[in-house]
């Protein structure tokens, strides 16, 4: 599909942590397959210089015709979550109808976002690029990494009964009505679990989520910010959902 069919006011959120090998081919990758999309760069003050980076290239490119290239620079490395939240807030200032997350690492490849964006534009209140929906894939990942996101996924959806194969997918598209319909900033979660906890909201406030089959590639260049203590927030953050959502069911019923 062709840029010129999306009519909506399309901003790319993608945040950044020490990732100065990769920012420039993302950037040049989005703005090939959106090319009236705006972007936004969330940086957490990164020490290899990656936010500089971001502002030498927006100011070589912005007389090309393309959609303008901002960076949020923020004073330092306080979670994923806080840096979506920043970033969709500060999205929805500049007028965005849809926004889009992705990673930095170029593990989303931006081939997809046309299919991402217009499930969205077609009616779809959220999109999904899903690593686990028939048609998507993984490649480069070890088998324990493999074994611990596919069945974290299946935990959350079965803890949750959230229908989703991917809550835990980084490489998604909301409109901007849902994103306040679900009070973000409130999401307090970060990691993986923000992803889940944006998922929850999202099916709780009766968003219709269209999964997006990807390929997911792992990073080359630069390192994973997983760790355990993610891993660990992740699961518990399942349980506290469970217990809330049962407690919610239980005053329903009286």
Request: hydrophobic share 40%; proline share 4%.
């Amino acid at each position: 599909m062709s840029q010129g069919l999306f009519t909506s006011q399309i901003v790319v959120v993608i945040p950044t942590y020490n990732e100065a090998g990769n920012i420039e081919k993302v950037l040049n990758g989005v703005r090939a397959a959106l090319p009236q999309a705006r972007l936004l760069v969330v940086d957490d003050n990164s020490p290899d210089g990656t936010g500089d980076i971001v502002e030498r290239y927006q100011a070589s490119h912005q007389t090309d015709g393309l959609g303008e290239v901002a960076v949020l620079r923020r004073a330092g490395k306080t979670g994923l979550g806080a840096a979506y939240r920043a970033g969709f807030t500060t999205a929805l200032s500049m007028g965005a109808e849809i926004c889009v997350q992705m990673d930095a690492d170029l593990s989303h490849d931006p081939m997809y976002l046309p299919a991402i964006v217009s499930a969205v534009e077609m009616g779809a209140d959220a999109a999904l690029g899903s690593r686990y929906t028939p048609g998507g894939q993984i490649d480069n990942w070890p088998p324990l990494r493999r074994f611990l996101s596919r069945w974290g996924n299946r935990f959350a959806a079965g803890m949750l009964g959230l229908a989703i194969n991917d809550a835990t997918s980084g490489y998604r598209a909301y409109s901007a009505s849902v994103l306040r319909k679900m009070d973000f900033s409130t999401v307090r979660a970060e990691g993986y679990g923000f992803q889940i906890e944006m998922t929850h909201r999202a099916v709780r406030s009766g968003a219709r989520m269209i999964e997006v089959p990807i390929l997911f590639t792992d990073r080359i260049v630069g390192e994973s910010k997983l760790n355990h203590h993610i891993i660990g927030e992740a699961f518990t953050l399942v349980t506290q959902l469970w217990f809330r959502d049962r407690l919610w069911h239980r005053r329903r019923r009286r």
